[in-house]
Structures are given as structure tokens and as C-alpha cells.
């Protein structure tokens, strides 16, 4: 078993679950290693968030690998996401309540073949306006929050890779083995009870049942450049398909070389951060 040096400094990676924002993970990683090590604080950082509700890698350095931080967000992603069609939030996922919806009866498999096809290789994105984007040094949500209008900037970003997992367009006949299981995902009205990106946690809310007969959805496996927003990429397929989109699962499962099997488990952290040798240090 590997023995650990967190002063000299470590790269952990961890499947974040579900629910659980990027700070959450890092204030109990840093405080339990921070009291079995005797410090008021040990430095730790992360190299790149999730959103809450998203799950899979998340990669924190701890000591001097905080200085590898930049390095590491610059590495290529890879995630599995999951779009609902016929339908649109102003956060382009499930934060946020539906606030329009649309026919998909006109979506074919051809069609989202030939969707997908213009997001492949350079592409231009604009960004969330809930999001942590800098606008004259406030984030852009910030904005949103206080009623304020803000336009962000188109990026330019690469997608690598974009590959069709599955497909489910009832209207056409054409019918997933996985819908059952997907529409649980999706709900018709805002399904977390928000505490602020900049709390701690949180909370899934009971969902309202979906008509599966009129659920639409499609899955993809997207490799792509650093600052890749999955939830504008969502944005974007919809208005390509005419019907609309938004983020009902995400899940990232490779950050640069670092893979979900190579996750560290979150069930038990603080247990781990503990039990796991450690170099002993010094006596002052």
C-alpha cells in the first residue's frame, strides 16, 4: 500500500458524487488530513470543478502539487452526458425548472447523427450565464442573481470526440432499454433545492413522473479541450434539432490520463484520510 506524503504534496482523484459541489469535497478532504497531521491548514486545491449535479473525477492536490494545479485543468476531459429533448432551462440542466418546451416528433436518428457531426473539432461556445465566468471581475451569475443582465463570450474549444451512446425517440418508434431508468433522471420542475453554489451541499427534491411515452432524450460520450461547458454543448445540439435540450446526467470519467477506475472511493473519506500511511513527520 502506498504511503503518502501530503505536506511534500500528493495528487488524489476522487468520484464526487452526486449533490456534492467542488468545495465540499476539498474542505473535508483538507480538514480531516489537516487534523491527523497536526496543522492548522494544510493547502489544498482542486484542478477543475464539477457542478453539483454532476459526478465522476475530480482530481485535488495537496502541499507543493498545488503548483501542478493549472497543469492538470489543462489535461483533455471525457464525459458521458445525458440530454433530454423537447425542452429548455435558462441553466441548460436541471438546476433550474423547464421554461419552454417543444415538438421532438420531427427528430430522427439521421437527424441527431447530423447534429452531432457540427460539434466535432474546433468549435466557437458561449458560456452559461450560471456560471462562474468572469465579467469585469464578477462572475456571471452574480449577475443573474441580482436581476442584472450579462453577455458573455463566445470561446473558441475542441471536441475531440463525440460519440452517440444511446437514443430514445418514442414518436419515431425508436425505443431505449435504458429510458425507464433515464426518466427517473429528468424531472418536469426543478429538482434540488437550492443552497447556493457557494454552500456546501445539496439537496434532491422528489421529482415529478415523466410521461415516458413523450420522453426524448439522447446520451453522449464527449472528449474535449479545457473550458468545455457540457451544458452549453447541450444548448447548442438542441437548437441544431429544433426541439431544444437541456443536462439531465453527467459524469466525468477521465481527467488528462486519470480514469474513474483510478478514483479514490468517497464513501468512506474520512475514514480513509485517517487510516491511509502517511510519511511521519519530524518532531519540532
Given amino acids: 500500500m502506498k504511503t503518502y506524503n501530503f505536506i511534500e504534496g500528493e495528487v ?49 492536490c495537496t502541499g507543493k502539487c498545488t503548483k501542478l494545479i493549472d497543469q492538470l485543468q489543462g489535461g483533455t476531459k471525457e464525459y458521458v452526458a445525458t440530454l433530454r429533448l423537447g425542452c429548455t432551462t435558462p441553466s441548460f440542466d436541471a438546476e433550474h425548472p423547464i421554461d419552454a418546451t417543444y415538438p421532438t416528433s420531427h427528430i430522427t436518428e439521421a437527424a441527431v447523427h447530423e447534429a452531432l457531426n457540427q460539434f466535432r473539432g474546433s468549435i466557437w461556445q458561449v458560456p452559461p450565464v450560471y456560471s462562474a465566468c468572469k465579467v469585469e471581475g464578477r462572475r456571471a451569475f452574480d449577475y443573474i ?111 488528462g490520463d486519470i480514469r474513474l477506475e483510478d478514483c479514490l472511493p468517497i464513501e468512506n473519506i474520512e475514514q480513509w484520510c485517517n487510516t491511509v500511511p502517511i510519511v511521519e513527520q519530524p518532531t519540532k
Fill in 12 to 60: 488524489l482523484a476522487f468520484d464526487k458524487p452526486l449533490t456534492w459541489t467542488s468545495f465540499n469535497l476539498v474542505k473535508v478532504v483538507r480538514n480531516n488530513l489537516s487534523r491527523r497531521l497536526g496543522l492548522k491548514r494544510l493547502k489544498v486545491g482542486h484542478a477543475g470543478t464539477l457542478d453539483p449535479l454532476a459526478s465522476g473525477v475530480m482530481i485535488l
Fill in 145 to 255: 442573481r441580482q436581476g442584472e443582465n450579462v453577455e458573455l463570450k463566445a470561446k473558441e474549444l475542441v471536441i475531440d470526440e463525440l460519440e452517440l451512446l444511446d437514443l430514445h425517440l418514442p414518436e419515431q418508434g425508436l425505443f431505449s432499454p435504458h429510458a425507464d431508468d433515464v426518466a427517473k433522471m429528468a424531472h418536469d420542475d426543478i429538482h434540488i433545492k437550492d443552497y447556493g453554489r457557494d454552500k456546501e451541499a445539496y439537496e434532491i427534491a422528489e421529482a415529478t413522473d415523466i410521461d415516458i411515452a413523450h420522453f426524448s432524450y439522447l446520451q453522449i460520450r464527449v472528449v474535449c479541450s479545457k473550458g468545455t461547458y457540457i451544458r452549453a454543448l447541450a444548448r447548442d445540439i438542441g437548437q441544431v434539432l429544433g426541439s431544444g435540450a437541456y443536462l439531465i446526467g453527467l459524469r466525468r470519467t477521465r481527467v
